[in-house]
């Protein structure tokens, strides 16, 4: 069993020590990791949907969101909806991708199309009604409900959202000047993640319906090249606008195109000369995606995305169960039997 001594709240343990062991965690195991997250998960909540004694342990604080976006499409439900009420200013603060995370849960975690949309509309609820401080450690700290709705001190409705009092009072919230980390976080960075943020709580504020923007998001991830520019003087739809916003504050995952599609003549021919077998998607699969050092893929967004291009090209379902989470391990794996099939 993984060692949690250091990461029990109240150990004598220098910040570097912590984040050292917190490391060692991370390429120790997933398992490991869990352990971790769920020790400082009990910490840090009343059970009541609160997360409490924060601005005490902010560096414990500040690794739990790590951990927790590291674990978040394994994780339940009910706690993925109390994670994105509380953890979102953190998380930006912190370098994580968040709309990757979110938008590829909603893909994977939900089957059918109604189930997505209800998912969306529960998280963009409680993202906006959220009353969560941006600097959860400090008193006064404006909401992120503050933020959607505009309206509390320099935040008046009429307020645009590149208003430079605006945007200075986001980053003082989301970077404060006793922050460690803030002290050695570049200015340039610091505008970047609150304009990120600020355009995320935005994009959450407009859009009522996901499934479109999710259907595009899917197919950025598996296309080489970003979706293109509008044409200057073209109104945008809705949608377009949304999608714009998204590409201007989400890092969409790119990879290589995985289909080549066949000359018309052969098609037919060609098709069973190239089908690659289970093994061979997955050599390919290895081969273009890198590991971490517990020999688990990097991006497995791309992987899964990967897997079910093939799935369609082929139309072959059991493609996308090559590859499964295995919840004891706390890792994904590849199903022998099905790679030997």
């Given at each position: 069993m993984f060692d949690l001594t250091p990461f029990e709240p109240g150990t004598t343990i220098s910040p570097y020590t912590?984040?050292?062991?917190?490391?060692?965690?991370?390429s120790d195991s997933s398992i490991a990791l869990r352990e971790?997250?769920?020790?400082?998960?009990d910490f840090f909540s009343d059970n009541q949907g609160t997360y409490v004694r924060i601005a005490g342990y902010p560096l414990h604080w500040e690794l739990f969101v790590k951990a927790t976006w590291k674990l978040f499409l394994s994780l339940p439900e009910e706690e993925v909806f109390v994670h994105v009420r509380w953890q979102l200013p953190t998380a930006f603060r912190l370098g994580v991708h968040v709309e990757d995370q979110l938008f590829f849960y909603l893909y994977?975690?939900?089957?059918?199309?109604?189930?997505?949309?209800?998912?969306?509309?529960s998280i963009r609820q409680t993202?906006?009604?959220?009353?969560?401080?941006?600097?959860?450690?400090?008193?006064?700290?404006?909401?992120?409900?503050?933020?959607?709705?505009?309206?509390?001190?320099a935040y008046k409705k009429d307020v645009a959202i590149d208003d430079s009092a605006t945007l200075a009072r986001i980053e003082y919230?989301?970077?404060?000047?006793?922050?460690e980390r803030s002290k050695n976080t570049e200015e340039a960075e610091k505008i970047a993640t609150t304009r990120a943020f600020l355009g995320f709580i935005n994009f959450f504020r407009d859009t009522d319906v996901i499934l479109p923007v999710l259907t595009e998001y899917v197919i950025r991830l598996m296309e080489p090249a970003?979706?293109?520019?509008?044409?200057?003087?073209?109104?945008?739809?809705?949608?377009?606008?949304?999608?714009?916003?998204?590409?201007?504050t989400a890092v969409i995952p790119q990879m290589p195109p995985v289909i080549?599609?066949?000359?018309?003549?052969?098609?037919d021919e060609q098709e069973r000369d190239s089908r690659m077998n289970h093994r061979e998607i997955q050599a390919l699969i290895d081969h273009r995606?890198?590991?971490?050092?517990?020999?688990?893929?990097?991006?497995?967004?791309?992987?899964?995305?990967?897997?079910?291009?093939?799935?369609?090209?082929?139309?072959?379902?059991?493609?996308?169960?090559?590859?499964?989470?295995?919840?004891?391990?706390?890792?994904?794996?590849?199903?022998?039997?099905?790679?030997?099939?």
């Open positions: 912590l984040e050292l062991e917190f490391e060692r965690a991370l971790v997250y769920e020790l400082w998960r994977r975690r939900y089957p059918q199309e109604r189930e997505i949309e209800a998912a969306y509309r993202v906006l009604q959220s009353n969560v401080p941006l600097n959860p450690a400090a008193k006064g700290s404006i909401s992120i409900r503050d933020v959607a709705e505009q309206k509390k001190g919230e989301l970077f404060p000047t006793t922050s970003t979706a293109p520019e509008p044409v200057a003087g073209k109104k945008a739809t809705k949608k377009t606008d949304q999608s714009i916003r998204l590409k201007d080549i599609p066949p000359d018309e003549e052969n098609a995606f890198g590991k971490d050092e517990i020999g688990a893929y990097r991006n497995i967004e791309g992987v899964l995305a990967t897997l079910e291009s093939f799935a369609q090209k082929y139309n072959d379902e059991t493609i996308t169960e090559l590859l499964y989470f295995d919840e004891d391990r706390g890792v994904f794996a590849w199903n022998e039997e099905l790679l030997n099939s």
